[in-house]
């Protein structure tokens, strides 16, 4: 009996190792069982401003970002341009999950290779990212040498779909 048990837990060790480090999983084409979930990749935005900021921050920093999540692969992609920060940016990170005036902790960074106008770049979502984009619980946040807890933010949303024509 002892053995039966070792080798179910050494084969349920290895398949769900295999779910969470199989590279391969987030290069196959995910399929859902409603239909209405495949389909074009959706878009987001965020307006930036220190406005949006929670704590105080006197910036006429502005910025826009656009995000496109590939639906079969959940790859979000970006393209970030900002301008007039106080100081040079030092971060530019994904924080969730909250609402606008909110704080939360980061959960991915745009810029791994350092920060500048414009930044683009792509990162692989997780379940649970997945389901706080959707439900508006993200927000991007870019930082300053002058506010290191933030200079401009603004919360991620959903475009409205544009009709084909």
Sequence with gaps: MRRVLAVVAVLGGALSAGTVWGAEAAAHKRTYPDPSLNGPPIRFFAGMSADEESSFTESP???????????????????????????????????????????????????????KSPLEGSHILTDGELRYLLTDRLYLNITTAKYKQGEIRGQIQRMRPTPTQ
């Design 61 to 115: 920093g502005t910025g826009r970002a656009e995000f496109v999540l590939d639906r079969d692969t959940m790859k979000l992609s970006w393209k970030i341009t900002f301008k007039d920060l106080t100081t040079a940016p030092i971060a530019a990170r994904v924080h969730g999950p909250q609402t606008p005036g909110g704080e939360a902790g980061a959960l991915f960074d745009l810029a791994p290779n350092g920060v």
